[in-house]
């Protein structure tokens, strides 16, 4: 399964979320596509913007464990 650990730091390139920087968090910048190396998240496909928003939400208030 997918852990929180897994999530925050499964990236090669480095952290996947840095907690309270939604800008420079990998997984940000693939969902929002400004990621310009690799795939953008998730494959099959922009995410609506509504959701998008929720997980920069989630990361700017620190990315908590819940």
Known sequence: GTTYESVI???DNGPAVIPGDAENSL???KIVGTHEKGA?????GK???AEIQVILDWIATG???N
Request: charged content about 20%; proline content about 24%.
């Open 63 to 65: 990315a908590p464990d």
């Open 9 to 11: 730091n499964s990236d």
């Open 40 to 44: 953008i998240m998730p494959p099959s």
């Open 27 to 29: 997984l940000a910048q």
């Open 47 to 49: 995410m609506p913007e």
